[in-house]
């Protein structure tokens, strides 16, 4: 396989025992045979929860099934190629594919960001910043009443940016959690909702956040 070296996997418990970093970088993800009513592949947004040199925890809208491929790009570590090792509700573990000195050039990353995301110093003064949830996983609700899981990339007071399986067209009414919105703009991981009207930005993680459906 080109020099790769792959990792024998282990389930989320073994996982959460083994040495790994803490730490939540965004990025995306793409299965091999998922494609929108265009014929073009989806992509959706995730980002990490804990990271090792040979394995992650993703959070993420479609969690897929145990042993699918994926592809996967997050903009501080660079792509991915790997296959979900084990599963929970709203994120999955993916086993990285890698070789030798693309896991020790990973390994030297991981030590930096971590030591970055200790820095308190670090902080974005924009008066309207986009705030990343404490939980990403939310809920849709459209105007006929039905409720589909989402996927927090990012919010504000006056609107977030959504990924998820469901792709409403831009002009869609809904609510994200308890906020009322409408779809704006088509993104590539999905879609961007305003408010009808400004939020708390004190409050957006209760208004926003909403406990996904057991699966």
Known sequence: MGGETLTAAVSVDKFLKQ?????????NYVFPNWYDHRGKLRTFACRTTRVSPFRMMVEVPVVGKKGDRLTSYFPDFG???????DIRTGEFLLELEMTRSMRERFASKLTWLEQRQKNPAIRDGRKDARIIPV???STLTLADGSVHPCFL???SASGAAISAELQPPVGTPLAVGA???RVVRLLPEGFAVRFVSMQNRQELDRLLCRSRPKS
């Open 135 to 137: 939980s990403p996983h």
């Open 19 to 27: 040495r790994a970093v803490s730490i939540i970088v965004r990025g």
């Open 79 to 85: 792509k991915f190629e790997g296959h979900i090792s």
């Open 179 to 181: 906020c009322i919105g």
């Open 153 to 155: 990339i990012d919010m």
